[in-house]
Nanobody, 122 residues
Framework: QVQLVESGGGLVQAGGSLRLSCAVS????????MGWYRQTPGKQRELVAR???????NYTDSVKGRFTISRDNAKNTVYLQMNSLKPEDTAVYYC????????????????WGQGTQVTVSS
C-alpha cells in the first residue's frame, strides 16, 4: 500500500520559517506529481504548490516568492520550505501524491498524507 508521512508543522511567529516534509513509500511504479494543499475551517482545500515528474512547478499566487517546493527523487520525498510566514498561512497542510502503481497500467492513483498543522502567530 502507498503511505505518505508528513512532518515539519508547528507554531511560528509571523516572519518565521518552517519546512514541511512528505515521505512516500509503498509499491509505486512511478510518481506523476507531488504537491501540498492546505485547508482552514470553513474553507475548501486549496493548492499551495505542486511539482510534476518533469520538474514543472506551480504555486498559488499568495505564496509565490515565499514558499519553495522541492523533491528528492531518491527518497520519494517532497518538501515545502515556507519563509516569511504570515498569519493567513495558518492551516492544516496536506501532502498529495499522484502515482502509477501497476507497471503495465497507465492509470494513476491519488493519495493524501495525514495533514500537519501550521500555525503562524501575529
Amino acid at each position: 500500500q502507498v503511505q505518505l508521512v508528513e512532518s515539519g508543522g508547528g507554531l511560528v511567529q509571523a516572519g518565521g520559517s518552517l519546512r514541511l516534509s512528505c515521505a512516500v513509500s509503498g509499491n509505486i511504479f512511478s510518481i506523476n506529481s507531488m504537491g501540498w494543499y492546505r485547508q482552514t475551517p470553513g474553507k475548501q482545500r486549496e493548492l499551495v504548490a505542486r511539482i510534476s515528474s518533469g520538474g514543472t512547478i506551480n504555486y498559488t499566487d499568495s505564496v509565490k516568492g515565499r514558499f519553495t517546493i522541492s523533491r528528492d527523487n531518491a527518497k520519494n520525498t517532497v518538501y515545502l520550505q515556507m519563509n516569511s510566514l504570515k498569519p493567513e498561512d495558518t492551516a492544516v497542510y496536506y501532502c498529495k501524491v499522484v502515482v502509477r502503481i501497476i507497471t503495465w497500467n497507465t492509470a494513476t492513483h491519488e493519495y493524501w498524507g495525514q495533514g500537519t498543522q501550521v500555525t503562524v502567530s501575529s
